[in-house]
């Protein structure tokens, strides 16, 4: 592959983490509207599957396109030992999602969980130092406090903009313009690829879901389906030129032009945006699994 090519498809698949189980953006946003993290976790997994089939198959069209070669498998032997080494690593998000969609832990004490387990793991395997352990809670500190204060100014907006009947004012011009729920969904979407170009995913959240989530439930759309949406349209905005915060780091990083960059990424763009408006227009993509498991109505 190119270094560009190398560089976009990098771009495109680090917004899948943000979609699956555990996704910090989805325990965000069911911080922010008092929804259920077991059911967006698992309301994530068809969307996320999805993700990653369409962006698979657009490298498999471009390595055909281009006459890519094939390069030999593995053999077995020195993966077994790999996966072995990876296993305590890989079993964190298991303990989380597991923890949490199976009614075990919440999503707090999945966390204390998994921090305990991580440093056990860190220091039997990986020789963790006391060093390594109070850089590694300074920065857990200011991560957090952060989030905290976002959180505290978030409790403050949705209680001005309830207080000021904003979802119900929006909902009212959504009316009078016609565009029905779809329509208004479709709006949404919009406005959140453009915020996720430009802010910070956790910040997005911060200053739009107050706002825009109220009138969106107004008009019947489901909350679980909707921060699926929102966090698909927010991850999608950071691959999106002109201005993909995405692109900037991987451009940044290694040093590539970002016009090219930005031109090898746009077919994952389209890619995304079609998997998008399936979410959108079927919503039972997203809440099938959450249903059949009795974690969402």
């Not at 325990?27 to 599957?49: E, H, R, W």
């Not at 204060?149 to 949705?158: K, T």
């Not at 995405?246 to 290694?254: G, W």
Request: glycine share 8%; proline share 7%.
């Amino acid at each position: 592959y190119s270094e560009t090519y190398a560089g976009a498809i990098t771009a495109a698949s680090a917004i899948i983490g943000p979609i699956v189980p555990p996704s910090i953006i989805l325990i965000f946003y069911g911080a922010l509207m008092q929804t259920s993290v077991a059911a967006l976790f698992v309301a994530g997994i068809v969307p996320g599957l999805l993700l990653a089939t369409a962006l698979f198959g657009m490298n498999a069209y471009f390595a055909w396109k281009e006459d890519h070669p094939r390069i030999a498998r593995e053999e077995a032997v020195p993966i077994l030992p790999a996966l072995r080494i990876a296993l305590p690593a890989l079993s964190l998000p298991l303990i989380i999602v597991g923890g949490i969609v199976f009614g075990w832990m919440t999503p707090t004490e999945a966390a204390a969980v998994a921090v305990l387990a991580a440093f056990l793991g860190g220091f039997f395997y990986a020789g963790l130092s006391i060093t390594d352990l109070r850089e590694s809670l300074e920065r857990t500190a200011i991560l957090t406090g952060s989030i905290f204060i976002i959180l505290c100014a978030v409790a403050a907006l949705g209680h001005v903009a309830s207080l000021e009947r904003v979802p119900q004012a929006i909902s009212l011009a959504v009316e009078r313009l016609g565009l029905g729920p779809v329509g208004f969904l479709l709006l949404m979407n919009l406005i959140f690829i453009v915020a996720g170009m430009v802010l910070d995913i956790t910040v997005a959240l911060a200053l739009l879901v107050p706002l825009l989530a109220p009138a969106a439930l107004l008009n019947g759309a489901d909350p679980v389906h909707l921060g699926i949406v929102i966090c698909f349209n927010l991850s999608v905005g950071l691959i999106s030129p002109p201005l993909g915060g995405c692109l900037l780091i991987v451009s940044t990083v290694t040093g590539m032009n970002y016009w090219s960059l930005a031109a090898k990424v746009i077919p994952f763009v389209i890619a995304q945006l079609l998997v998008l408006g399936l979410l959108v227009f079927v919503p039972d993509i997203t809440l099938i699994l959450p249903r059949l498991m009795g974690l969402w109505n």
